[in-house]
């Protein structure tokens, strides 16, 4: 295996000690047009404000922008790519546009970024786990928490801080990317109303920042405080984070300064592992001729958080039956399924793509995947912003005023999956989404559906008869019996992630499993072709 550079092993290091959510995000300054075009990262194709391009790196993707694409003209201003003027400097301006409330903080904000050395040409935003050379800025959206520790971390690893600087709401121009890269210290800030807005930030949400050379202090520094200060119970987490993603982490249990007695857990964290419990489920059809159909038959299994799922069993055993049962779209006759804890109708956040295509003729693409969004009534910018994150990341933005009649069953297929994705689902469920479209496109989607899920770690339970798709997708395969359907084993899949199609169906480990779960499914369609030959 390739060995893993410093940047990978510290970000991934991070990432499972504090448990981010989002990926840290490398900067780099481009100060010439040269430097600007050899940048290997895409140019962004649109005009786009700073912390949009933030917000995408946050969720997995790269782009560099100059002049003509960055939308915002403060951001360009604070990023030292327009001169400033004597409204800026004065700190007027960012009075008023709200950005702080006191002259004072707002001069100085603006003073300090004055004071870049040279003109800036772009910026590449990049997660910083894909950066291929050294970003000058690291910049985390996280909790205050994960913040503090992180500042707690610097102090840690290099002694006194000097007083932190961020004072204002201007968020990630101003203090969480010039101003660390000036002052080569680390800074907190709370986003700025305008970026909240734009890139739908959580309420929880706000930035830290540092210069890259700082970052190696910082994360060593995270884990010493770990290790003096944390319970074992806290270390046990991070450590099984640390297992799931294959990273190594010096984390030492039992040697705490300041250890609580380990608390027992409360319910609803035990409730949130665990995102879906389907038990004692039985299902019968009833036909118009009045004669009955038994589809499932006492099935239970749980789903964990996070955790992507697939359902593979004889055709007509009742896969999709079960999954309408667990979308909530019908009710079982007896046993129960309950959703986080609750019954599923009461959990209005689930997404649903089904073998059909399902998209609204009349409507656009972008259009398409804002449905949801429309009807949660989020604010039009707020929507667009969300639909164009996702349709670049599966090649879609050129498409987005298309309709659908003008796609192939492919692209069709991508708008349906980010459409899903538009709203934050906690749980996305797939019957067959890529049944009936050619080899290539589908190895695109699996690709594409693994980067999503890699990014964003969604619950997801789908159903499929391809077992080289199951295996490929998912953390675990549950095999169906011919009907009426009940769970006749489980294979966890322990192929590493992140996972690419191309490269894991020629590995040794998928081809076993491969073997070892298409001779278990066969001998269930074997069995069901007697009973109805015989039975
Ligand atoms: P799978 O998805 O595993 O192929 P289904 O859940 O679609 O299987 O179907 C299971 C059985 O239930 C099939 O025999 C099917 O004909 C029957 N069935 C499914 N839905 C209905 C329905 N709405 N009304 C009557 N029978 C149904
Ligand atoms: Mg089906």
């Known amino acids: 295996m390739e060995k893993t550079d410093e940047k990978t ?16 995000v490398g900067v780099t300054f481009l100060f010439d047009k040269e430097e600007f075009n050899t940048c290997m990262v895409p140019l962004s194709t649109q005009s786009i404000s700073y912390c949009s391009l933030v917000r995408m790196a946050t969720i997995g993707f790269e782009r560099k922008a100059g002049l003509k694409q960055i939308s915002c003209p403060g951001a360009t201003r604070a990023l030292g790519m327009v001169p400033p003027d004597e409204e800026y400097l004065s700190g007027r301006r960012y009075l008023s546009l ?22 800036v040409y772009g910026i590449a935003v990049q997660p910083l786990l894909g950066c291929k050379a050294t970003p000058h800025v690291v910049i985390a959206i996280c909790n205050p928490n994960q913040a503090m520790r992180m500042v707690q971390g610097r102090i840690h690893g290099s002694g006194p801080l000097t007083p932190m600087q961020g004072m204002g709401m201007q968020g990630l121009c ?12 680390i800074n907190t800030s709370l986003l700025c109303s305008n970026t909240r807005y734009t890139c739908a930030w959580a309420d929880s949400e706000l930035g830290v920042a540092m210069p890259y050379e700082a970052f190696p202090a910082v994360v060593q520094g995270v884990i010493d405080t770990v290790n003096a200060a944390e319970p074992d119970s806290a270390k046990d987490d991070i450590l099984k984070r640390a297992k799931e993603q294959d990273v190594e982490l010096n984390i030492r249990k039992g040697v705490a300064y300041y250890c609580k007695t380990p608390t027992q857990e409360t319910p609803s964290t035990r409730v949130r592992s665990l995102s879906i419990s389907v038990r004692g489920v039985h299902k019968t059809h009833t036909l118009k001729s009045g004669s009955a159909i038994n589809a499932l038959n006492g099935v239970s299994f749980d789903v964990k958080d996070q955790e992507f799922l697939t359902l593979v069993g004889p055709s007509g055993c009742g896969k999709s039956t079960l999954l309408n049962l667990m979308a909530g779209l019908h009710e079982p006759d007896s046993g129960t399924i309950m959703v986080y804890g609750g019954a599923v109708n009461n959990h209005p956040n689930l997404g649903f793509i089904s073998q059909a295509d399902t998209l609204l003729p009349w409507r656009t693409v972008q259009k398409n995947v804002e449905m949801g969004l429309e009807l949660r009534k989020v604010p039009p910018r707020q929507r667009r912003s969300i639909s164009e994150q996702l349709m670049s990341q599966v090649n879609l933005l050129d498409f987005a005023q298309s309709y659908p009649f003008e796609l192939s069953g492919g692209m069709k297929k991508r708008v349906a999956v980010i459409r899903a994705l538009a709203y934050d689902p906690d749980i996305i469920f797939m019957d067959e989404p890529f049944v009936g479209l050619d080899v290539q496109t589908r190895d695109a ?6 980067n999503l899920w890699h990014n964003r770690r969604k619950t997801i339970v789908m159903v499929t008869h391809d077992l080289g798709e199951a295996i490929t997708l998912s953390d675990r395969v549950i095999l169906f019996s011919g009907r009426p359907a009940q769970v006749r084993a489980e294979y966890e899949i322990p192929l590493q992630r992140p996972r690419s199609v191309s490269e ?17 499914l066969s001998a269930e369609v074997l069995a069901e072709a007697d009973g109805e030959i015989y039975g």
């Open 9 to 24: 092993s510290l970000t991934s290091s991070l990432g499972c000690a504090l448990g981010l959510k989002r990926q840290l």
């Open 98 to 119: 709200g950005m702080y409330n006191n002259l004072e903080c707002a001069r100085e904000t603006a003073t300090h970024v004055a004071r870049m050395e040279r003109e």
């Open 174 to 185: 101003a203090e969480l990317t010039v101003r660390p890269f000036l002052t080569s210290d």
């Open 445 to 450: 989607l699996e690709e594409d559906i693994l």
């Open 504 to 520: 894991s169906k020629f590995t040794e480990e998928f081809i076993s499993l491969h073997k070892r779960i298409w001779q278990d």
